[in-house]
C-alpha cells in the first residue's frame, strides 16, 4: 500500500537525550514536512524539505534537526537542546506542486522520563 | 497566526447535515480555501478546498460566500466517525509557504 510510516509509536525520552524519529513515504512526494502538536493545540511546523538535501527551518525549529538524504526518507531529531519535547509529532508529505494537499502519518508521540 | 476564525466546538446529532464555518475576512484573491480534519491521535486528513465557486465531493460540500470572507463545510449526514477537529485553512499556491494550522473547531457528532 501506498503511504506514509512513522516509527515508533511511543517514544520516551530521558533528560539530555537526543532521539530520532523516522518517516518514510513510498509516493514518491518530493516534499516532506514536521508538525508538532501540543494538547488541544493546532500544528505547529518544524522543519520542511521540498526536495532532497535541501530542507527549511518552519516556526519552532529551535531544538530539532532534520536530514534528507533520500526521497522517501525524512527523520526528525529531537536534540537534548529541546527542553519541552513531549508532544505528538507528525510527518506529512507532498507533490512538489501541490503542498497544500499533504498526506500525514500516523503520528509519533514522544514522552520525557 | 492563522487567517481564519472558526468556533472551538460545535455538536451535531447523527444523521443531520453538520455545518462549520469559516471567516477569512483578509483573503487575498488568490488565496485557495483548504479544509481538513484529524481524529483523535491521529494525522489530519484532507477533505476539501476551493477558490470561488462552491465545491462539493465525496466527503463534503464547500460553500464559499461571493466575496470570499467566509466558507461553511458541510457534512450532509454526519456519523459518530465524523467526530474530530476540523482545520479551515488558506494557502497561496506559490510553491513556497507550507499549510498553517490553527486550532481548528472541534465537532462532536452525538448518537
Known amino acids: 500500500d501506498g503511504g506514509i510510516t512513522q516509527s515508533p509509536k511511543y517514544l520516551f525520552r530521558k533528560e539530555g537525550q537526543n532521539v530520532t524519529l523516522s518517516c518514510e513515504q513510498n509516493?514518491?512526494?518530493?516534499?516532506m514536512y514536521w508538525y508538532r502538536q501540543d494538547p488541544g493545540q493546532g500544528l505547529r511546523l518544524i522543519y520542511y524539505?521540498?526536495?532532497?538535501?535541501?530542507?527549511q527551518k518552519g516556526d519552532i525549529a529551535e531544538g530539532y534537526s532534520v536530514s534528507r538524504e533520500k526521497k522517501e526518507s525524512f527523520p526528525l531529531t529531537v536534540t537534548s537542546a529541546q527542553k519541552n519535547p513531549t508532544a505528538f509529532y507528525l510527518c506529512?508529505?507532498?507533490?512538489?506542486?501541490?503542498?497544500?494537499?499533504?498526506?500525514f502519518g500516523p503520528g509519533t508521540r514522544l514522552l520525557v522520563l | 497566526d492563522a487567517k481564519t476564525t472558526q468556533p472551538p466546538s460545535m455538536d451535531c446529532a447523527e444523521g443531520r447535515a453538520a455545518n462549520l464555518p469559516c471567516n477569512h475576512s483578509?483573503?487575498?484573491?488568490?488565496?485557495?480555501v483548504y479544509w481538513y480534519r484529524q481524529i483523535h491521535s491521529q494525522g489530519p486528513q484532507y477533505i476539501i478546498h476551493?477558490?470561488?465557486n462552491n465545491e462539493t465531493n465525496e466527503m463534503a460540500s464547500l460553500i464559499i460566500t461571493e466575496d470570499r470572507k467566509s466558507s461553511t463545510l458541510i457534512l450532509p449526514h454526519a456519523t459518530l466517525r465524523d467526530t474530530a477537529v476540523y482545520y479551515c485553512?488558506?494557502?497561496?499556491?506559490?510553491?513556497?509557504?507550507?499549510?498553517?494550522f490553527g486550532k481548528g473547531t472541534r465537532l462532536s457528532v452525538i448518537a
Open positions: 506529512a508529505s507532498s507533490r512538489r506542486r501541490d503542498q497544500e494537499t499533504q498526506y
Open positions: 509516493l514518491n512526494h518530493d516534499a
Open positions: 524539505s521540498q526536495i532532497v538535501n535541501d530542507f
Open positions: 483578509t483573503i487575498s484573491g488568490n488565496e485557495y
Open positions: 476551493g477558490l470561488k
Open positions: 485553512i488558506l494557502f497561496r499556491n506559490s510553491g513556497n509557504t507550507p499549510l498553517v
